[in-house]
């Protein structure tokens, strides 16, 4: 393995992330049933994700990349590494929840079959390839390091004894995944044969030689690959199935860091190698992300399974990420390239706050899982008395992803709303890259409010109030290493929030070389600068943060000062209060469902069972349901062309010796007229 | 560093915030005071809503067995929001008192901020009608912000700045030729959506105990005592965060652009005149406008949201 930077120790960084990783999947392959091996194992993961860290640490900040390499088999690179400045968001993303998820991962194994399983041997491999994956500078390497990506993700959602659910789920995550892979390879296939090589240093040039419909293909085979992965509408349909049923930090990875693997695939390629592209690239990207963006959430809102809530959240979040990535897109087409570094950088901050909030919710709901063997909301309730750190974990999470200051999600989403108003406001921009602008503030503004709706429904129905069951009643908070692993992302969370004024101009810094332009967003002492040069509109985190706390603070002492506080049940109109009378998950997203109805097309069946030739019931039943647009139905029709398809292509298929010989006189006849 | 500058802006903001803090319950005591007189009624005096906060401020707390601490929480945070929002606003001078803290985007987060701990709190009880209110006031929340969010990016894009100070400046600058097309209809759109946000007729009645009709009301069922004073108060800032924003993005004019006695002075009269007839014409919405069915309200705000959109097409398509 070689590697060029300016310091030697950089160089051991990458082989003692291997070696860390190599040695947790051997320790895992020995026994993951073994307390100690698999203990060792995850420990090792959480030394080499800081080590991860410390790379994105490096690479940020001599502004150098590193590079490294090692196995060519027959000219093509198992491995061809280059981390550079735009690699580091991902890199720390990686980092930070790979951390918190091996650290969680600890005490969850008690909980979880699949991490006491051999299975679990794919865990160190899945975060190996992601770190290949976020530096592979080769078409080679980079789709090794995707399918491994893929096959070991797919391994541990499958986990040891699948049942027919979870394989349905699994089948269709491993499907979806190809059809992403063979758009890639496809594309790759065009710009390799124009460049006459696999590395991506020559992409560059490769795609600017080619003709524009070639180009334009190439764009839509990447936008596909790469939207699948990130699970963007109407690529989606996996992505609600597969993260819910894989062990929580699992799902924590995969939601985290795992799906923005698409995202970092549509920039490094997408822009950084494609460069500037038609105008309607940047539309339909925009596009699918407010389409993703609005449809996430609403379809989050009617979910009642915990993890099933925040997995369409990911939609959503991948949503609000592919709108500042058209907006890129667009400002680089209308030569608009500070606009376009902006748009960028709040694409990337959002990428990166996405992964400490989700992990941190998808760990609580592991948590929750854990204690309560449940995660349907409407069998929780008032687990804020028996876990009081993962409720709090999770309510500081779901603030954070609600978009309110001044935690992080809001300062990713303020510059995305920056960038949104930087294309309507744009001389530069065309009419129609204005209005398309303007309808994506409506979809942002009503997808940030959705996102308040959802997570006060998620919270306030799991954690607070009266336990609904029995089990939520008797639920008891996690060991600490899970409380440890879900702190540490939530902490990240807040610290970010209130240092936006420091990290966003280094997020900047790293999007600034993918488009060739100075970074464009600045920072007054503590404070974020949209455009500094510009005069731009500034937003103080801290001392905002600072004064609400401080605000906060004084009244709170204030209200306690006022002397005791009397106990006693709720009044519920004279009798006993009851769990049956709070509202569910169901009852509260009840009139989201109705407003929407247009879009969410909501089915509910109730059958009453009368005693025979009374009016009065014996039983009531209550089914409701939500078909989701571009969902299941969309896809079954899809796949029965592609059956259809199939069958017609069966039948060149005689079996008759005769006829294939036929078929290759046939294809040898055209071969010589066409190579001619 | 004690520069002349950092000695304008906490005057500008001990001002700014006095006459903010003292004015809020006045702005619900003239709006009731309206509404009752236009339906015939003498009313309670304007000063009741002082008296009210004190009454209970003077009480005892109860809550429920089933609260956690975030019940004893919610009050601070909701009203310690909606006072740093209030801050960020061009109310007296050109210059608001938090002046590069944040832009309008922050005070829509910080309203949004005070509505999620709200939300959250109601739910908090375990009862149904604070789940009840909860849920309706997220729902309508979310027709709101596309109309509120869009009509104020109508304005910002006009002024070329989110931030509010620029804005009005801007406007200031600009005179009557602030008035374009795209500025107007953005300001009917704010109009509409703003007087949903704030919970008055026709979306919401602010004098209701009735279940079947209470939103905002609703959430605050559960809170008794200081804290019930603490959130009511925070309802009657955020009625002047939300009526800030409409005139600092629609009707900048009168605010101080220099900061000395005289300018000030008129300045402050100017936003208290200003912030009297927005609670007078909210007292006469309440009063002519039967209240909405719930299902229909989605009707309204999108006719506002329309309109709102309507306002960015005309900078967009006619302005070239």
């Known amino acids: 393995m070689t590697a060029a930077a300016e310091h030697t120790w950089v160089a051991l960084i990458l082989p003692a992330i291997g070696v860390l990783l190599s040695g947790s999947t051997l320790l895992l392959l020995g026994g993951a049933s073994q307390r100690w091996a698999r203990n060792a194992a995850l420990a090792l993961c959480a030394a080499a994700s800081v080590a991860i860290g410390v790379l994105a640490i490096v690479v940020l900040s001599s502004n150098q990349p590193l590079e490294a390499s090692a196995g060519r088999v027959l000219g093509f690179a198992l491995i061809e590494l280059r981390y550079d400045a735009l690699s580091t968001p991902f890199l720390a993303a990686l980092a930070f929840v790979g951390t918190a998820a091996s650290i969680y991962g600890l005490g969850y194994a008690t909980h979880d079959s699949t991490s006491r399983s051999r299975v679990f041997a794919a865990y160190p491999v899945f975060l190996g390839s992601l770190l290949l994956v976020f530096g592979a500078a080769d078409a080679f390497a980079f789709l090794l390091a995707w399918e491994v990506m893929a096959l070991s993700s797919a391994a541990l959602v499958f986990g040891p004894a699948p049942s027919r659910s979870v394989a349905r789920a699994g089948y269709l995550y491993v499907a979806m995944t190809h059809v992403a892979s063979a758009a890639l390879i496809v594309a790759f296939a065009i710009l390799g044969a124009e460049a006459g090589s696999t590395s991506f240093a020559d992409f560059g040039q490769a795609a600017s030689a080619l003709s524009d419909p070639l180009r334009d293909l190439v764009f839509v085979l990447l936008l596909v690959g790469f939207g699948t992965k990130a699970g963007a509408i109407p690529m989606h349909v996996w992505l609600p199935k597969a993260h819910p049923v894989a062990p929580s930090h699992v799902s924590a990875l995969m939601s985290g860091v795992m799906i923005k693997a698409g995202i970092y695939g549509l920039v490094r390629l997408g822009i950084e190698m494609l460069g500037p592209g038609a105008e309607w690239w940047g539309l339909l990207v925009l596009g699918i992300g407010a389409v993703s963006a609005v449809l996430g959430v609403l379809y989050a809102l009617m979910e009642h399974d915990l993890k099933r809530l925040l997995a369409f959240h990911s939609i959503e979040n991948v949503g609000i990420i592919l709108i500042g990535i058209g907006v890129a897109m667009l400002a680089l087409t209308h030569g608009a390239v500070a606009l376009a570094g902006l748009a960028l950088a709040a694409a990337l901050f959002h990428t990166f706050n996405h992964a400490l909030f989700k992990s941190a919710l998808f760990l609580a709901a592991g948590s929750v899982q854990a204690a309560v063997g449940q995660r349907d909301l409407d069998r929780l309730g008032g687990l804020a008395r028996v876990m009081p750190v993962t409720t709090l974990a999770f309510a500081l999470a779901a603030a954070a992803i609600s978009g309110v200051p001044p935690l992080n999600g809001f300062a990713s989403e303020w510059l995305t709303f920056q960038s949104l108003i930087g294309v309507v406001g744009s001389a530069q921009s065309s009419p129609v890259a204005q209005s398309a602008g303007a309808l994506a503030v409506g979809a942002l503004g009503l997808t940030a409010a959705l996102a308040v709706a959802c997570f006060v429904k998620a919270t306030g129905i799991a954690f607070l109030g009266r336990p609904r069951t029995p089990a939520a009643a008797a639920a008891h908070e996690n060991v600490l290493s899970m409380r440890i692993g879900m702190g540490l992302l939530v902490a990240a969370c807040v610290v970010v929030g209130l240092a936006t004024g420091s990290v966003a101009p280094l997020i900047s810094q790293a999007a600034a070389p993918a488009l060739g332009t100075p970074p464009v967003v600045g920072s007054a002492p503590a404070a974020l600068t949209v455009m500094p040069a510009l005069g731009g509109p500034t937003y103080a985190a801290l001392p905002l943060g600072a004064l609400l706390l401080g605000a906060t603070g004084v009244s709170w002492l204030a209200l306690r000062r006022r002397g005791p506080v009397r106990r006693s049940p709720t009044w519920t109109c004279g009798i006993a209060p009851e769990p049956a009378f709070e509202y569910s998950a169901t009852s509260f997203a009840k009139l989201i469902r109705l407003y929407f109805s247009p879009i969410l097309r909501p089915e509910r069946e109730i059958t009453v069972d009368r005693h025979p030739g009374t009016p009065f019931a014996r039983s009531v039943h209550y089914r409701g349901e939500v078909q989701p647009l571009l969902g299941d139905r969309s896809y079954a029709r899809m796949h029965g062309a592609v059956v259809a398809a199939a069958e017609l292509v069966r039948r060149m298929q005689s079996g008759s010796l005769q006829l294939y010989l036929a078929y290759a006189v046939v294809a040898l006849v055209i071969l010589l007229l066409v190579a001619r | ?320």
């Open chain 2, 1 to 320: 560093m004690f520069t002349s500058q950092t000695l304008d802006a906490v005057l500008t903001g001990l001002l700014q915030t006095t006459l903010v803090a003292g004015l809020a319950p006045l702005l619900l005591g003239i709006t009731r005071r309206t509404k009752a007189r236009l339906q015939y009624r003498r009313g309670p005096s304007i000063w009741q809503p002082y008296r009210d906060l004190a009454k209970w401020w003077s009480k005892s707390t109860v809550e429920s067995d089933a609260a956690t601490a975030l019940s004893s929480l919610a009050p601070a945070l909701v009203f310690a929001a909606l006072l740093v929002a209030s801050g960020l606003i061009p109310l007296v001078a050109a210059r608001p008192p938090l002046a590069g803290w944040g832009d309008l985007l922050v005070v829509i987060g910080l309203l949004a901020l005070s509505r999620f701990v709200l939300a959250l709190a109601a739910l908090d009880a375990g009862s149904a009608f604070g789940g009840l209110g909860s849920s309706r006031e997220v729902a309508i929340a979310a027709l709101v912000e596309p109309g509120l969010i869009l009509a104020l990016v109508a304005a910002a894009v006009s002024a070329g700045s989110t931030d509010l100070g620029a804005i009005a400046a801007r406007a200031l600058s600009a005179g009557i030729g602030w008035y374009t097309p795209a500025v107007l209809l953005a300001g009917a759109a704010f109009a509409v959506v703003a007087v949903a946000d704030t919970g008055h007729e026709p979306f919401d009645n602010p004098d209701t105990h009735l279940e079947l009709t209470m939103v905002h009301e609703a959430m605050l069922l559960e809170a008794s005592g200081p804290r019930l004073a603490v959130l009511m108060y925070a309802a009657q800032l955020k009625l002047i965060v939300v009526a800030g924003l409409f005139l600092s993005a629609f009707v900048p004019f009168g605010v101080a652009t220099q900061i000395a006695p005289l300018p000030l002075m008129l300045a402050t009269v100017t936003a208290v005149v200003k912030l009297v007839l927005i609670a007078v014409a909210l007292g006469v919405v309440d009063a002519v406008l039967a209240k909405l069915r719930i299902l229909a309200i989605p009707q309204l705000l999108s006719i506002a949201t329309g309109l709102a959109l309507a306002a960015l097409a005309t900078r967009v398509w006619l302005v070239a």
